[in-house]
Each structure stands twice: as structure tokens, then as C-alpha cells.
């Protein structure tokens, strides 16, 4: 099984994982050090990601920001309760779970945190899945959509248990051969079945009417979301129902 490590030094902790981590310092977040090996950058504002080439593989550089009217505020920072419990240890050790579980998930690099007195700064490195898009992306270009696969990884999600807290058209990825993936599992928890299921497929819905109500995006497509859902209850054995 992949190991996990852990570096400190004065005001800064990185959790990693050695195989993929040769020195673990806070330099390994900032896109600058990585001068001569930039591969991009994808989204905007507070959800903007980096892309640096390391070795034969590419990775995912994320600040963590605040979104809304705290952010305007506090931007990047979050309230010290321990090391443990910093939004970048908690999202590094649910994605890792899900990695060695085999669930179709980014694999995590690093984690860091950065204190400042009562509050702390954060970020997380990702492995870049090779020609992954989002299936908003996708969705714009006009291109088909398997969903009645979706509807499948989301029920293998499901059921390990994996809330995800912000399930969007964003936050879902289709790679090359078209196979879903999921990131950005910051705020996410392991729970037992139950409602939050339910309130998962509900946003994704959401988020995909959204999407279709923007200037010059294709309209909703029912029988596409019915499809979706179609895969999951299968992979769920559940029987017909509304989401």
C-alpha cells in the first residue's frame, strides 16, 4: 500500500505521499518554483488550478479560497483548530481513501498548511488525469454524454459512503475514453446512507440546469438526466424514483 508521510518546520506542515514527494517544503505549492515547467491553468477566481509538469506526470496545484461574503473578508484564510482538522489534511486523507479504494479520483500528492497566528492558509497537489475535461466542458462543445455511465461512478461513490459537498457539473471530469471521474472533495465526509444521496443528485441537476440557462448553452436534456439515473439506481438496485 502507497505510504503516507508527514514534514513540519516552524508554521507549516505538509502531509505527502513519499513515492511521489522527493523534498516536502511549502515552495512545493507556489506555481513559481515551478518556473520552466508551468503547463497551464484552468478555472477562475477562488477555484483556480495551476498545472505543473513533475517528472512524466503533470499535477494540480489548488490555493484554497473562500467563496462568497466571507471571502471578501478573509480571502485564504481559515480558522486554526489543529493540524488535523485544516481543510487540506482532511480533503487529502478522503481523496487517499478513495484512491486505494480505487474510486475514480485524482491521486493525492501533497497537503499543506501555512499558520499565521489563529489562522492558517492551505493547498493541495494533485495527480492531473491525462486529457480529462470537465462535463460542463463537455456539455458546451456539443459533444455526446454517456450518462447512464455518470450515474454508475456516482453510485460506486455513494456507496463507499463518499458525500461529496459540492457536486457539480464542474467537479465531474470525462476523461479521453469518456470514464467519469470526481474532484475537489474539499468540505466532503464519509456517512452512511441516507438522505445526503439524494441532495447529491439534486445539485448536480441544479448545476446542470444552470448551465443550460446560460447564453447559448444547449437546453437541459431530460432523457440524458433519466439515463443518468437509470445507471445509478442499477448499480444501486434501487428501484424507479424521482431524485
Known sequence: MPGVAMATGPGWGIL???????????????????????????????????????GAAQWALRHYRRGGLAGRVLSDRYLWLGTERTRAFREWRMLQRLWEAGLPVPRPVAAG?????????????????????????????????????????????????????????????LDEAGRAWLLDFDRGRFLSPGGWQRRNLERLQRSLRKIAGEPGAAPFDPVGWESLLSGYRGALGLRASSP
Open 16 to 54: 505527502y505521499a513519499p513515492e511521489l514527494v522527493e523534498h516536502p517544503t511549502p515552495e512545493l505549492f507556489q506555481p513559481a518554483r515551478w518556473s520552466g515547467h508551468d503547463a497551464g491553468r484552468a478555472g477562475r477566481g477562488r477555484g483556480v488550478v495551476h498545472f505543473v509538469a513533475a
Open 113 to 173: 498548511w501555512q499558520r499565521r497566528g489563529l489562522a492558517y492558509g492551505a493547498d493541495l497537489a494533485t495527480v492531473r488525469i491525462p486529457g480529462a475535461q470537465p462535463l460542463s466542458g463537455r456539455l458546451a462543445a456539443g459533444e455526446a454524454i454517456d450518462w447512464e455511465a455518470i450515474g454508475r461512478t456516482l453510485a460506486d461513490f455513494h456507496r463507499a459512503g463518499a458525500c461529496h459537498a459540492d457536486l457539480n457539473a464542474h467537479n465531474v471530469l
